[in-house]
């Protein structure tokens, strides 16, 4: 594998049996290096978004491999993936899942507290300077219910960030936003990919979401149809 890329995935392929049995993924291969904001497109069952949560380890059953940051996930137990998980990837989704009556900074330290290792005090100053990273710390003693649609998609992006994640996975994370919220919300990807060197991975149905993307990668029943590069990606300087 290139020292470039963090993620590989080769002859990744996935089989749905019902109704009928089909190949939701066929025979995929690819690169992501580090760094580079990929966006994945295609119609509705295409399968996309079953490529997202395959690369991202939240779907462990297919054939073929996948390493991440130079490990083999398939050699991981359940446990060991979890903590891998936790510690090396952020997830960001159309709907921010936060908990309605947990404040912002309590919601952004879940992860943090899950993987441990850091003392209370510890845990809210890093949650805080992510929040503040996304321009929400004003907001950080209210509930998640009480914020706008946009400040709740970047509560979710601190969230994502709390536990300095190598990349980060999207689902439509812009599908609810309206324009101004949308564009925030692609500033703030450019910016950590730009500023922070992170790697981001997302499935979107927004044209002006993947013009924004280094390279957008079209997927069409199953199968890697096309490949458009914008840009080179940044070189990276994360360890």
């Not at 090396?88 to 899942?97: A, D, N, P």
């Not at 998640?144 to 709740?152: A, C, H, N, V």
Request: hydrophobic share 40%; charged share 25%.
């Amino acid at each position: 594998m290139s020292t470039k890329s963090i993620i590989q995935a080769s002859h990744v392929t996935k089989t749905f049996t019902e109704p009928v049995e089909f190949k939701v993924l066929n025979d995929i291969s690819l690169d992501v290096e580090r760094g580079e904001f990929v966006v994945l497109v295609g119609p509705s069952g295409s399968g996309k978004t079953t490529l997202m949560y395959t690369l991202s380890t939240l779907d462990t059953v297919y054939d073929g491999s996948i390493t991440i940051d130079g490990v083999d996930i398939k050699s991981l137990t359940k446990n060991a993936l979890a903590d891998f998980r936790n510690s090396m990837i952020g997830f960001v989704f159309q709907f921010h899942y936060l908990l309605p009556d947990f404040t912002v900074l309590q919601n952004v330290m879940l992860p943090a507290q899950r993987k441990g290792g850091l003392t209370q005090d510890e845990m809210e100053d890093r949650a805080m300077k992510t929040l503040a990273l996304l321009g929400v710390a004003d907001q950080a003693m209210k509930r998640s219910s009480k914020l706008s649609g946009g400040q709740q998609q970047r509560v979710a992006i601190a969230r994502a960030l709390i536990n300095d994640p190598k990349i980060i996975f999207g689902d439509e994370p812009t599908g609810n936003l309206d324009t101004k919220n949308t564009s925030m919300v692609l500033d703030i990807l450019n910016d950590l990919k730009t500023e922070y060197h992170q790697t981001i991975l997302m499935v979107t149905h927004d044209v002006e979401f993947a013009k924004r993307a280094d390279r957008v990668i079209s997927i069409r029943d199953g199968r890697i149809v096309d490949t458009e590069e914008h840009y080179s990606p940044i070189p990276a300087v994360r360890p």
